[in-house]
């Protein structure tokens, strides 16, 4: 699909540039990350509270039960998070192409390294021009897997191990995630960790939304909009 847009130039004429629009992101895969992304900040804000508790609320213990609807909240986010991913995992088999890209990182390819390296200089400043692409760029792709796909395993595996502790022995969450504590040496350990894999995803979530913003403002493409409509749409007819 192709659009045209009408630039003024400098001279009072007018100059039309071609847009090349591409339809990328399928629907329920840009729900799924509106719906992810609401959850990691639900999980991230309850999950404070429950590391470092509110003060002493004043009266009967019985009329204040704030900790208690903020567990509530941070194990529906974590419900929604986990029932979400298996989702994601799904519709990377039915899904286009594009949908695998979360998963496929492909480390064998001389030119996703080489291309990775642009990136990097790049976001460092290093690079004038940046290079154009459809689905994710090689270090948007590798970041995406690093911080966000294995964080939001090992933050299911470990916060349903710890939600097992509430549920019981023999409970569902006991028999699929009971190996966890042990794994670590004991019940403190994963509360550690997993506290730390929040502060993980946070910084990975401050410096997502930091490049979105930068790359929708400088880059050839567009990003948060394509996240909203599916569309990638292209800044220049310049090759790539």
Known sequence: MALEKSLETGDGQEKVR????VYVYEAPLRLWHWVTA???????????????????MPGEAMDNYLMGYIRFAHFAAGYVLAIGFLGRVYWAFVGNH?????FLVPVHRKAWWKELWHEVRWYLFLEKVPKKYIGHNPLGQLAMFCFFV????????????LYAEGLGQGSWADRLFGWVIPLFGQSQDVHTWHHLGMWYLVVFVMIHVYLAVRE?????????STMVGGWRMFKDDRPD
């Not at 609401?38 to 002493?56: C, D, K, N, R």
């Open 18 to 21: 071609k847009q090349t629009a």
């Open 38 to 56: 609401l959850s990691i900040v639900v999980l991230g804000v309850t999950g404070y509270f429950i590391g470092a508790p509110l003060p002493t």
């Open 98 to 102: 594009h949908a695998r890209e979360l």
């Open 150 to 161: 294995i964080g939001a395993v090992f933050m299911s595996v470990t916060g349903f191990a």
């Open 216 to 224: 929708d403002i400088v880059s050839r493409q567009s990003l948060i």
